[in-house]
């Protein structure tokens, strides 16, 4: 398996578990979802915290821009996070 990651804070870590994915149909190993330990949890929802702290700061108009722009880099790469 390669090693999962999780993105927090604009930084990825490594996850120390994986949940397997089950095809419903034939039981095959579809993918593996990263599982987050609590000190991993803990930093992401004080980073999420700190992000909406600082978009709440926006106007209502630049926080539409930026997640516009943001949706746009995600369609145009074509990738999955």
Do not use: F, N
Not at 40 to 67: C, F, K, N, Q
Request: aromatic share 2%.
């Amino acid at each position: 398996m390669d090693q999962l990651k999780l993105l927090i804070a604009g930084e990825w870590v490594a996850a120390e578990k994986a949940l397997p994915v089950l095809s419903p149909y034939d039981e095959s190993l579809i993918c593996e979802i990263p599982i987050a330990a609590e000190p991993v949890i803990d930093a992401a929802v004080a980073a999420a915290e700190a992000g909406a702290a600082d978009m709440h700061r926006l106007s209502a108009r630049t926080r539409s821009a930026v997640l516009a722009c943001a949706a746009g880099l995600l369609l145009s790469t074509g990738t999955l996070l």
